[in-house]
């Protein structure tokens, strides 16, 4: 396997002082030094902070894209067992950060308002593709029978990825996974309209 | 009225810029700035920039407190409609900030991982506080009839104050009050175990 680049380093590195810190408080040099790279490295390979932010982004919806592949995207698993997966493989994702970094697509959106455009696009781009494949989840549920054929799957796939953002952010709060465990069982206890047997 | 002191200036004007652009992202020269105080007299009022967040946090809170209990603690109106109308004012008071800026509460706990034990617990306080408002006024609409008496009030009240976190996030981060008007109809129209007329 070739030595990583530098590049690739900073991005590795930098992603996860991004995770901890947020973006406006991971400066350069805290960037660098945890990459253990020469400072110049960094303005050889990103025009900008904003750029190497951007990199940061679509290269943490990257990895939720391979989550989100591996559980929604199962079709080995009866539909709401994907969403099940999806829910707990991001659970282990939180877990392995101690609980304490949150998902750095709501920190970015919630560390300031003014963190630029594009940034906060990429960030919308990224949620979205999450609903969206929600949606497909919800709507595989209705084929199968398992969800109500009235289900709004898209109403309820927005519901879900602000919700699960929300109990995300109150379990970085508490460093607790009870506002995920609350989370899910509110979700498959009421506000998925399952088919009931006599439907 | 006495008019105000730096103290009350400097926490009114950078309780406003701590809410734009985070704390991490809200500098003492920025805050004295923006409340046209010498910086001399930050110092003098506020041990440190972490005591100041306190500050700013408690206010915050106040706030919060202020429009819960003219929502929340409202005994005109049926439980129910105190939770339509918290939801309703909070909905507001995002409104006025351009739905650029969040929950302050929330924008602490993301933006930062170690942003001191101190503002993390004060936040947490105010979270649990509110937490606590929603279920009272959840017991008070299973005694009123309008809720199942099976409901879990204090996980409920848990889950929404968390689905509620989410749907501010989302809101922030599309300017859009849409995942607002999402989560009051999922909340209303599914979570709620709701008193059926034969129960």
Chains 1, 2 share one sequence.
């Not at 079709?75 to 750095?104: E, K, S, T, V, Y």
């Not at 920190?107 to 963190?115: G, I, L, M, R, S």
């Not at 940034?119 to 990224?126: F, G, M, N, S």
């Not at 506002?179 to 088919?195: I, K, N, T, Y």
Request: neutral net charge; aromatic residues 6%.
């Amino acid at each position: 396997m070739p030595k990583p680049s530098h590049r690739d380093r900073l991005l590795h590195v930098g992603m996860q002082v991004v995770h901890e810190r947020g973006f406006g408080g991971a400066s350069v040099r805290d960037i660098v030094q945890a990459a253990g790279v020469p400072q110049g490295s960094f303005t050889n390979h990103f025009a900008s902070k904003e750029a190497f932010g951007l990199e940061v982004i679509s290269r943490y919806a990257e990895a939720a894209r391979g989550r989100a592949a591996a559980t929604l995207g199962n079709d080995a698993l009866a539909p709401l067992q994907r969403l099940r997966a999806w829910i707990a493989a991001d659970r282990a994702a939180q877990a392995d950060g101690g609980l304490r970094n949150g998902c750095l697509l709501g920190n970015f959106t919630a560390e300031a308002n003014d963190c630029g455009d594009a940034l906060r696009q990429r960030v919308l781009e990224a949620f979205a593709e999450t609903q969206r494949r929600l949606a497909e989840c919800l709507r595989a549920a209705v084929a199968a029978g398992e969800l109500a054929p009235s289900t709004d799957c898209d109403e309820t796939a927005g519901f879900i990825l602000a919700a699960h953002q929300g109990a995300t952010l109150l379990a970085k709060a508490q460093r607790s996974e009870r506002p995920l465990a609350g989370f899910e069982d509110v979700l498959f206890g009421r506000v998925l309209p399952l088919a009931g047997p006599s439907r």
